[in-house]
């Protein structure tokens, strides 16, 4: 059940975890460095080992990265560690977040968690990424645009991404990434969403 902290923990114990890249993805890199966003308080939803949270972090970002695999934040954890950053990894779920970070972050920041969660759950995960974002806040996302069935990943179309975010966002960027890993060329979108 990809609703349960047990099924990811069990994919990095047994280290079936496909989706890592091993790096932060390239279309963050390249917008890290065209410095072309102010720095300021970001969280990564399903951090994963924190690839991502790392690079922004050591972009300026004062950044928590958030999984619920144990072994997802023990290993990001040691790995920010042994990088000397100050990205911090909590473990929490998701969708528990508004309560403790009720309108706390400038950023969020998503990769490849809006497609690991039920498909069912994703106006839910609007409402967090809303919910924890202070007024203004802005959602930099990658989103995974494939079109096979089931998942996960879960696929999702460009227009059913606006779809979920147009009522409370202005989308600033959707568009496709040119830079993806080769596995992943042509099935990536890129997102710049603003709060309402
Ligand atoms: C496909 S992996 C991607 C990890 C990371 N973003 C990356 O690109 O390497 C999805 C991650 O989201 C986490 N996750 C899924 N649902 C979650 C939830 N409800 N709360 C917290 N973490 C969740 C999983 O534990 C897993 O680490």
Same mark, same amino acid.
């Given at each position: 059940? #990809?609703? /349960?902290?047990?099924?990811?923990?069990?994919?990095?114990?047994?280290?079936?975890?496909?989706?890592?890249?091993?790096?932060?993805?390239?279309?963050?890199?390249?917008?890290?460095?065209?410095?072309?966003?102010?720095?300021?308080?970001?969280? #990564?939803?399903?951090?994963?080992?924190?690839? *991502? %949270?790392?690079?922004? %972090?050591?972009?300026? $970002?004062? #950044?928590?990265?958030? *999984?619920?695999?144990?072994?997802?934040?023990?290993?990001? /954890? %040691?790995?920010? !560690?042994?990088?000397? &950053?100050?990205?911090?990894?909590?473990?929490?779920?998701?969708?528990?977040?508004?309560?403790?970070?009720? !309108?706390?972050?400038?950023? #969020?920041?998503?990769?490849? &968690? $809006? &497609? %690991?969660?039920?498909?069912?759950?994703?106006?839910?995960? =609007?409402? =967090? =990424?809303?919910?924890?974002?202070? @007024?203004?806040?802005?959602? +930099?996302?990658?989103?995974?645009?494939?079109?096979?069935?089931?998942? @996960?990943?879960?696929? =999702?179309? @460009?227009?059913?991404?606006?779809?979920?975010?147009?009522?409370?966002?202005? +989308?600033?960027?959707?568009?496709?990434?040119?830079?993806?890993?080769?596995?992943?060329?042509?099935?990536?979108?890129?997102?710049?969403?603003?709060? +309402?």
């Amino acid at each position: 059940m #990809v609703n /349960t902290s047990e099924y990811w923990e069990q994919r990095y114990r047994e280290g079936t975890t496909r989706w890592d890249l091993g790096q932060a993805a390239p279309a963050f890199i390249s917008l890290l460095q065209s410095h072309s966003l102010l720095p300021g308080k970001a969280a #990564v939803l399903g951090s994963g080992r924190g690839y *991502d %949270a790392i690079a922004f %972090a050591q972009y300026g $970002f004062d #950044v928590i990265g958030f *999984d619920f695999a144990p072994a997802a934040i023990a290993e990001a /954890t %040691a790995i920010a !560690q042994t990088n000397g &950053c100050s990205a911090k990894f909590l473990k929490r779920n998701i969708f528990d977040l508004p309560n403790e970070f009720f !309108q706390y972050f400038h950023y #969020v920041i998503e990769h490849t &968690c $809006f &497609c %690991a969660i039920n498909p069912q759950q994703r106006q839910e995960y =609007v409402k =967090v =990424v809303k919910e924890i974002l202070q @007024p203004r806040g802005e959602l +930099i996302a990658i989103f995974f645009t494939h079109s096979r069935p089931g998942g @996960p990943p879960f696929g =999702v179309s @460009p227009e059913e991404i606006e779809q979920y975010f147009e009522a409370d966002f202005e +989308i600033l960027k959707l568009q496709p990434i040119a830079n993806s890993v080769p596995a992943r060329q042509g099935e990536e979108h890129f997102g710049h969403f603003r709060l +309402i």
